[in-house]
C-alpha cells in the first residue's frame, strides 16, 4: 500500500500455535440480526472451521442451509471516491448510514449496491453497471465510528477499478430479519475464501479500536486460518502522526509505552459486543476452533505491524547518527523484545545509544541509552555486562536527572543483578530504596507502588524473611486491586506470591484458597486454555503435597501436566519435569 509499512500476508492458514488480530460488532451481523443501523459499534463477521460452502452464483451470495445469505458484490474505489461532496469527510460510517444510504435506499428498501445496480440515478455520473462488481476484489474489515475521510486514505494506493466490500452499501440496512447466528457465523471463511482478499483498516494507533469488540476477534482470527492475501492498512494521517511520535521519542523507552503497555495488557478474550449473548456464543466459537493461546494469535499481526512501521521511521524520516534516528532505534528495540527478538532488540538498544553518542544528546537520553542496552543485555542472561549500564545510570541519573520512574525501574532491575552476584543484603537494600521512592513518588493508591512492594517482597522471601515478605505482598495486593480492579493478570500475581509465603509460613490451607482465587480470575481474564495455568494447578499440587492430601496433589498435578504438554509440547523443560513428578 505504496508508504505504508511493508507488513503483508500471503495465503499461509494459520495453524492451531499461530497468530493474528483486531475489533468490533458488525453492520452485516446488525442487519441480518434485524438490529436496528444505529445500535451497534463496529463491522466484522466471523466463521467456523467447516469446509467453504458452496456459492450461489446467480444470485450473488453465499447461502447455508437455513437460508443464511452473504452478499459477495464490491463497490469500486472510483465510484467511492465520486461521493465526496455528497458524502462529508467528517461523518463517521453511522452518518454515512443515516444520512446518505438509508435516506437514498428508503423507498426501494435494497442495499445500496442493489440499488445501484438496479437504477441509473440522473444525479450520478457513473452508469450504476461500471460500479458494482458481482464479486468484491477486496473484503474491508473496519469500524464503523471511522470517517469517511479515513476510509479514503485507507483506499488511497488502490486503483479506481478496485472493488471492495464495504458493509454500510453492500448489506440491505432496511433488513430486519432474524437469523440463527450459529448458522450465520459459519458463511464468513467461505465468503472471504472467494473474495481472496481481506483489508483490514487499523486506526487510532495509539489504541486500535479492532482488538476490543468480538466480531471483530472472531473475524480476525478466521481470516488467519484461511488460505487469503491479508494486509493492515493505517489511515494516511493517522500513519503520518505515528512516524512522527515514533521519531520525537514517544515510543521509546526501556519501561515501556503506551502502545506496548495495551498491547501487552489487552485480552481479545474478553472483547464485547452490542449483545451479550452475540458475545457468549461468538467466544464458544473461538474456543472450538481449538486455537492456543488465541490472545497472542489474535494480536501477533498488529505487532508484526508496529515493527514495520517504527523501521519505516528509522530508514525514511530520520537522518544517520541524529536524535530522531536514536529515537528510532529506541522504538524499535521494544518492539523487537515484545515479539520475542532479544539478539536483534540488543542490537537496536546499541545503535540508539550510538545514535545519542555521535549527535551529542542531552545526559538525561545517554543514560536512557545506557538503560536500553542493559535491559536488552539482561534478557539475554549478560548480568555482568547489565550491571554495568544499571550502575553508570544509577551513579549519574540521581537527584532527578532521570525520571523517578525510571530511576526506580533501574534500581529495581539492578537487584537482579545484584541476586545473581549472590549479594542479597544489598539487593534487600536497594529494593527498600525504591519502595521508598515509589512512596514518596507516587503515592499509597498507584500501581507502581505496588510493584515496587512485589519486587522487595520477593527479595525477602529469597533470604528467609518470609513474615516482611508477606506484609509487602498483602501491601501489593491491596493497591492493585484498589488501582487495576478485582480481576487482573497482576492480581492473580499477587495472589500467587502471597499464597507462597503463606505455604512457607505453614498455612497450606490459606496458601490453596489463594491460588484457586488466581485459577479463577486468570481463566476469567486468559481463558481456560492460557498456559498460565498450568503453573497455578502445579503450585495448588505443592500446596496440597505439602499437606499430605496426595489424592488431591496429583490430581492437580496431573491437570498441570496435561496442559504443558499441550501447549508447550513433550520435549518442554516443564513438561519433562511434571511427567517426572507424577
Not at 240 to 250: A, F, P
Request: some cysteine; hydrophobic content about 40%; aromatic content about 8%.
Amino acid at each position: 500500500m505504496g508508504n505504508q509499512p511493508s507488513f503483508q500476508t500471503s495465503s499461509n492458514p494459520v495453524n492451531d500455535r499461530g497468530g493474528a488480530l483486531l475489533k468490533g460488532p458488525s453492520a452485516f451481523a446488525r442487519a441480518l440480526r434485524g438490529r436496528p443501523w444505529g445500535l451497534g459499534s463496529k463491522r466484522r463477521h466471523l466463521p467456523n472451521t467447516k469446509p467453504p460452502l458452496l456459492l450461489n452464483e446467480s444470485a450473488n451470495q453465499q447461502t447455508v442451509d437455513n437460508n443464511v445469505k452473504f452478499p459477495l458484490k464490491g463497490i469500486k474505489v472510483g465510484y467511492l471516491r465520486s461521493l465526496q461532496g455528497r458524502v462529508k469527510n467528517e461523518w463517521t460510517v453511522y452518518d454515512i448510514c443515516k444520512e446518505f444510504v438509508i435516506p437514498v435506499t428508503i423507498e426501494s428498501k435494497l442495499s445500496y449496491c442493489e440499488w445501484l445496480d438496479k437504477s441509473s440515478p440522473p444525479s450520478l455520473s457513473d452508469s450504476s453497471s461500471s460500479s458494482i462488481k458481482a464479486r468484491a476484489d477486496i473484503f474491508v474489515s473496519y469500524a464503523w465510528k471511522y470517517t469517511w475521510g479515513q476510509l479514503l486514505e485507507a483506499f488511497e494506493k488502490l486503483d479506481d477499478s478496485t472493488a471492495v466490500w464495504l458493509d454500510v452499501f453492500v448489506v440491505n440496512q432496511h433488513q430486519a430479519s432474524e437469523v440463527n447466528l450459529d448458522e450465520w457465523l459459519e458463511t464468513f471463511s467461505g465468503a472471504i475464501k472467494s473474495i481472496g482478499k481481506v483489508l483490514f483498516i487499523f486506526a487510532p494507533w495509539r489504541c486500535p479500536t479492532p482488538v476490543t469488540r468480538a466480531w471483530c476477534v472472531f473475524e480476525i482470527l478466521t481470516t488467519l486460518q484461511t488460505d487469503v492475501h491479508r494486509e493492515i492498512v493505517v489511515p494516511k494521517s493517522e500513519l503520518e502522526t505515528l512516524l512522527i511520535s515514533i521519531v520525537n521519542g514517544e515510543l521509546g523507552g526501556a519501561q515501556g509505552n503506551e502502545v506496548m503497555n495495551m498491547l501487552r495488557d489487552i485480552n481479545v478474550m474478553r472483547a464485547q459486543a452490542y449483545k451479550e449473548e452475540d458475545r457468549r456464543v461468538i467466544m464458544e466459537k473461538i474456543k472450538q476452533r481449538g486455537v492456543i493461546d488465541v490472545n497472542n494469535v489474535v494480536l501477533l499481526p498488529i505487532k508484526q505491524w508496529y515493527l514495520e512501521a517504527v523501521k519505516l521511521a528509522v530508514n525514511e524520516r530520520t537522518q544517520p547518527f541524529s536524535m530522531e534516528r536514536g529515537n528510532a532505534y529506541e522504538a524499535l528495540y521494544g518492539f523487537e523484545e515484545l515479539l520475542g527478538k532479544p539478539v536483534e532488540g540488543l542490537e537496536a538498544a546499541e545503535k540508539a545509544l550510538e545514535c545519542w553518542e555521535r549527535c551529542g544528546a542531552p545526559l538525561p537520553k545517554m543514560l536512557a541509552g545506557h538503560h536500553l542496552v542493559g535491559t536488552a543485555l539482561s534478557v539475554q542472561g549478560d548480568w555482568n555486562g547489565a550491571g554495568e549500564r544499571f550502575e553508570k545510570c544509577i551513579e549519574q541519573g540521581r537527584d532527578g536527572v532521570l525520571p523517578a520512574e525510571q530511576y526506580i525501574q533501574i534500581l529495581q532491575q539492578y537487584c537482579s543483578v545484584l541476586i545473581y552476584r549472590n549479594q542479597l543484603d544489598e539487593a534487600v537494600s536497594l529494593g527498600s530504596q525504591a519502595l521508598e521512592m515509589s512512596k514518596q513518588h507516587f503515592g499509597d493508591t498507584d500501581s507502581r507502588l505496588a510493584d515496587s512492594a512485589s519486587t522487595l517482597g520477593a527479595l525477602l522471601k529469597s533470604v528467609n524473611r518470609v513474615d516482611e515478605a508477606k506484609t509487602l505482598f498483602e501491601l501489593a495486593l491491596d493497591v492493585y486491586k484498589k488501582t487495576l480492579g478485582e480481576d487482573h493478570p497482576r492480581i492473580s500475581m499477587a495472589l500467587t506470591n502471597l499464597a507462597v509465603t503463606m505455604k512457607l509460613g505453614g498455612d497450606c490451607d490459606g496458601a490453596i484458597k489463594l491460588y484457586e482465587e488466581s485459577l479463577f480470575i486468570t481463566k476469567r481474564v486468559m481463558g481456560d486454555d492460557h498456559v498460565e495455568l498450568a503453573s497455578i494447578y502445579n503450585n495448588i499440587a505443592s500446596a496440597y503435597l505439602t499437606k499430605g492430601d496426595v489424592h488431591a496433589a496429583y490430581e492437580n498435578g496431573n491437570k498441570a501436566y496435561v496442559m504443558w504438554n499441550r501447549v508447550l509440547g513433550p520435549e518442554h523443560q516443564m513438561t519433562v519435569m511434571a511427567n517426572q513428578v507424577m
